[in-house]
Nanobody, 127 residues
């Protein structure tokens, strides 16, 4: 059984930074993508970022809303992914979830491409 546990959320002022982490346990070796989604109050859960593997190289993909401000990375030795969030804006407020992708299922911007989800961590951007 796979478990994903997010950490690193909190309260930050606009323009500030936070780094989220997601620790995975269980057999994740077959999955080639891990993603980040977020959900603001009253809104649907939306794609934020993904880290995916092709051959021996990792690639990142980001939503237009966070491109240039957020960076996702993966540490296979620790079975952990991170989401570095810079220049945070009020609109970045929400619960952030990490997710483990179903091998080969695309597009990874879709929630249907993921089979396991963490419990979420709250990010609040407020002055």
């Amino acid at each position: 059984q796979v478990q994903l546990v997010e950490s690193g959320g909190g309260l930050v002022q606009p323009g500030g930074s936070l780094k989220l982490s997601c620790a995975a346990s269980g057999d994740t070796s077959s999955s080639d993508v891990m993603g980040w989604f977020r959900q603001a109050p009253g809104k649907e859960r939306e794609f934020v970022a993904a880290v995916w593997r092709m051959a021996d190289t990792y690639y990142g993909d980001y939503s237009d809303a966070v491109k240039g401000r957020f960076t996702s990375s993966r540490d296979d030795a620790k079975n952990t992914i991170h989401l570095q969030m810079n220049s945070l804006e009020l609109e970045d407020t929400g619960v952030y979830y990490c997710a483990l992708g179903v091998p080969g299922r695309r597009p990874f911007q879709s929630r249907e491409a993921y089979s396991y989800w963490g419990q979420g961590t709250q990010v609040t951007v407020s002055s």
